[in-house]
């Protein structure tokens, strides 16, 4: 045991202190491991791939938690050749939540459609950066009457991207 931290010899009141820190410490780290509390922040910057092998990069968060970047989807509803597409999105930092909540949009630059994706960035149970999204994907029709068929609801989980060197 290291000599700060021995109660050897210490009058009751240095035990009783020495006991309260210790129960103090426990107490916090029995908190940061409850279930919804990470002590990692979950970070949106980076590159992620999802469930469909799509892949999409997002830049720095702002202080105003506005971000930007490009997304390659895998798949498409279309018969056009797919082009990387870029994604306008924000984030929210109220309560500065270590696992926040986000939503973007995605305007393709090969089709009519727009998607809008929103989710929570969590840390997962194995100490992984997770994103649980849902998505709208809204395609263009030439007429109103087909308004009813014009949209599809989905969602996607994405995982961080590692490049070989990490
Ligand atoms: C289109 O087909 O008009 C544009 C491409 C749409 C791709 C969708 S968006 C939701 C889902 N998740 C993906 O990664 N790709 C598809």
Redesign the pocket.
Known sequence: MSPARSTAGCPPAAEMVHATSSLLLLLLSLALLAPGHSARKCMLTGKWT?D?G?NMTIGAVNNRGEFSGT?H??????SND?KLSPLYGTQNNINKKTQPTFGFT?N?K????T?V?TGQCFIDRGGKEVLKTM?L?R?SVDDIDDDWKAT?V?N?VFTRLRSVKE
């Not at 989807?73 to 279309?78: D, F, P």
């Open positions: 999802n469909l799509s997304y989807t895998a798949v498409t509803s279309t797919i995605v393709w090969f089709s009519e459609s998607t994706f998505w994907l395609s599809r989905g996607n």
